[in-house]
Nanobody, 129 residues
Framework: VQLQASGGGLVQAGGSLRLSCSASDRAFTGLVMGWFRQAPGKEREFVAIISWSTGRPYYVDSLKGRFTISKDNAKNTVYLQMNSLTPEDTGVYSC???????????????????????WGQGTQVTVSS
């Protein structure tokens, strides 16, 4: 397994979850690593990525303030702290990595799933009302 996501589960609205994504080898971490999500019946949506070298995070605007991405270089692991969850946050959260520097320069590239080289299997997040 190249990217292994964990930490999903069932939580009530207003609650919090922390997702983790670990790369089995440094070769799979890319220049950036982060998360997409897919709600039932909807397309995949960019959530956040973080630069391994600078630690700069990049978020989708709609989630700023509620979600925080962080990293542990020594563990090849990124985390997604999700607070004030709502039922609209329900979905499968997949971790991704990319060697494309454009993910840090271009919003379009960042939002495009095909930009990412590796995808984890996803972890289910369900928020009940």
């Amino acid at each position: 397994v190249q990217l292994q996501a964990s930490g999903g589960g069932l939580v009530q609205a207003g609650g919090s979850l922390r997702l983790s994504c670990s790369a089995s080898d440094r070769a799979f971490t890319g220049l950036v690593m982060g998360w997409f999500r897919q709600a039932p019946g909807k397309e995949r949506e960019f959530v956040a990525i973080i630069s391994w070298s600078t630690g700069r995070p990049y978020y989708v605007d709609s989630l700023k303030g509620r979600f925080t991405i962080s990293k542990d270089n020594a563990k090849n692991t990124v985390y997604l702290q999700m607070n004030s969850l709502t039922p609209e946050d329900t979905g499968v959260y997949s971790c991704v990595s990319s060697n494309d520097r454009a993910t840090m320069l271009s919003l379009r590239k960042r939002l495009t799933p095909s930009t990412y080289d590796y995808w984890g299997q996803g972890t289910q997040v369900t928020v009940s009302s």
